[in-house]
């Protein structure tokens, strides 16, 4: 079974701090995502890396970047949070080999800006 | 601007009756539609996909209908159980790239006993 891995559970930051959300995966996968998840508006795509220090922007990517040294870890970043940036953060991972390869998340994190 | 959306906030459905969740898209390039199954303080976990090329697919009680000329697609979950109690998001992917995918904003299932 794919394993996906976000550091935190739930944390709490302060307004123009500096955010680090993790994310790793255990199965090999070339691809990963974050998304943020909100009440009525789904997931929508912040970043995704289809290979080690590859990046590509998402739907939302203003106010975050994203890292990717390793192929098993990505990283989301809050450069200055913000409290509009308060959200469910969810990571997937998937295969990209061959087409139609269905992405498996973590458990997410729920990221409050006070 | 929503290229996938689910217009249905909720839906409350009698346990052993059929449930059906429904999710129309704008964009013709989607090729590849899939369905995902979300507990509170869970990750979305993967149900059911299918592809442009088909109209129909079924893996147990769970059975995706795919109406291109409508651009439209459904997801039927029969008999309904209490388990199913989840929100439900579609899902689609362009022909392109890193197969991103385009999600609706969800539908919560309530399946009464």
């Known amino acids: 079974d794919v394993k996906v891995t976000q550091s935190s559970r739930y944390l709490v930051k302060r307004t123009g701090e500096k955010v680090f959300l993790e994310c790793v995966q255990d199965?090999?996968?070339?691809?990963m995502f974050w998304y943020r998840q909100d009440p009525g508006l789904g997931l929508r795509l912040i970043y995704f890396s289809y290979d080690v220090k590859m990046k590509e922007k998402g739907d939302i990517p203003e106010g975050y970047s994203v890292s990717r040294e390793k192929k098993e870890r990505f990283s989301l970043i809050l450069e200055s949070a913000s409290t509009n940036q308060t959200s469910m953060y969810l990571c997937?991972?998937?295969?990209?080999?061959?087409?139609?390869?269905?992405?498996?998340f973590g458990d997410g994190t729920r990221l409050s800006i006070l | 601007d929503q290229q996938v959306k689910q217009n249905s906030p909720s839906l409350s459905v009698q346990e052993g009756r059929i449930s059906i969740l429904n999710c129309d898209y704008t964009?013709?390039?989607?090729?590849?539609f899939l369905w995902y199954k979300k507990y509170p303080a869970e990750g979305p976990t993967f149900l059911i996909s299918i592809s442009s090329i088909k109209d129909k697919n079924e893996d147990g009680r769970f059975t995706v209908f795919l109406n291109k000329s409508a651009k439209h697609l459904s997801l039927h979950i029969v008999p309904s159980q209490p388990g199913d109690s989840a929100v439900y998001f579609c899902a689609a992917s362009l022909i392109q790239g890193a197969q991103k995918l385009v999600f609706g904003q969800g539908t919560r299932l309530t399946i009464n006993p």
């Open positions: 964009n013709s390039m989607f090729d590849y």
């Open positions: 997937a991972s998937s295969l990209a080999s061959g087409r139609n390869q269905p992405q498996h």
């Open positions: 199965m090999d996968h070339e691809n």
